[in-house]
């Protein structure tokens, strides 16, 4: 009996071990699956600017004209260095089409180091200097030398901030203080306003951590765009009263107004109906 009773507790040992297998030892934590299954992004690897609004290169690689009405009611979005944005809806830009377009900076295919910026990829930004103080922002379309000047915005958000760069930087009437409708009305205000400078030259556009562009917010309506001739471009024979400059109709942000355009653009509605 001693030895029958030996053998049947070496088999209940053996047994137990057997199970223990399959079995989280009480000596170890049982950690169990992860709380969310699939990969997680670690906070290492994420961009500190994630905006999910953000056009990409995508947007900017279609031809000058089609571009500068596209570029009508989206959101250019300025990242000042102390983390204030300033932001702008687009309501007037002018299409320059490259070597052919007699008022381009390209015409002629004249490429220099001031010009580079539009004959680099779509969404490249061209900042030059006029009069040797103001500047003008330009992005690079599809096509060798062409591109969309911005003309003016609609002011959305950051507007004292604006205030203060303008008054900082505008030649007199310092004295009198900005309306909202005056901040951004040119291309050149713009600027100031914006805070754009020559160091945005070549700038990319789909990619930039100070400068972007946005689309329009959900549910925006569609604007209704007038054709109009470009603004300051006299020399540049007939290619001076070609329609290459857009801008939403009604706008009191425009810069400059073209009540013959208008009426034309409206001619024009009537008869398509």
């Known amino acids: 009996m001693g030895q029958k009773k030996q053998r049947l507790l070496e088999a209940r040992r053996h047994q137990s071990l057997t199970d223990g297998a399959q079995m989280p030892s009480t000596m170890e934590p049982c950690l169990g699956p992860p709380a969310t299954l699939g990969p997680q992004r670690s906070i290492y690897f994420s961009s500190p600017k994630s905006h999910s609004a953000q056009l990409g290169s995508e947007f900017f690689d ?9 570029f009508l009611g989206q959101v250019l979005v300025r990242r000042l260095d102390d983390g204030t944005e300033l932001r702008g809806r687009i309501v007037e830009t002018e299409a320059y089409l490259g070597p052919e377009d007699a008022a381009a900076h390209s015409r002629g295919g004249r490429q220099t180091p001031r010009n580079r910026g539009m004959f680099m990829k779509p969404g490249t930004l061209y ?46 009437a310092a004295g009198r203080a900005l309306r909202d409708r005056e901040l951004c009305s040119g291309p050149s205000k713009l600027c100031q306003a914006m805070a754009i400078d020559k160091s945005f030259d070549q700038r990319d556009l789909a990619k930039d951590e100070a400068v972007w562009l946005e689309r329009s917010p959900p549910g925006s309506r569609e604007p209704a765009v007038v054709a109009a001739a470009r603004v300051g471009i006299g020399q540049a ?17 425009v810069s400059v107004v073209d009540r013959a355009a208008e009426q034309n653009s409206q001619a024009c509605s009537d008869k398509a109906f």
Do not use: H
């Open 62 to 70: 279609q031809p000058a004209v089609p571009l500068a009405r596209a």
């Open 127 to 172: 900042v030059y200097i006029i009069y040797g103080m103001y500047f003008c922002m330009n992005v690079s379309s599809r096509g060798d030398g062409a591109c969309v000047l911005l003309r003016a915005l609609e002011p959305l958000g950051g507007l004292e901030t604006m205030r203060q760069l303008r008054s900082t930087l505008r030649k007199g």
């Open 237 to 253: 024979g007939e290619w001076a009263q070609k329609p290459l400059r857009f801008y939403v109709q009604g706008s009191p942000w």
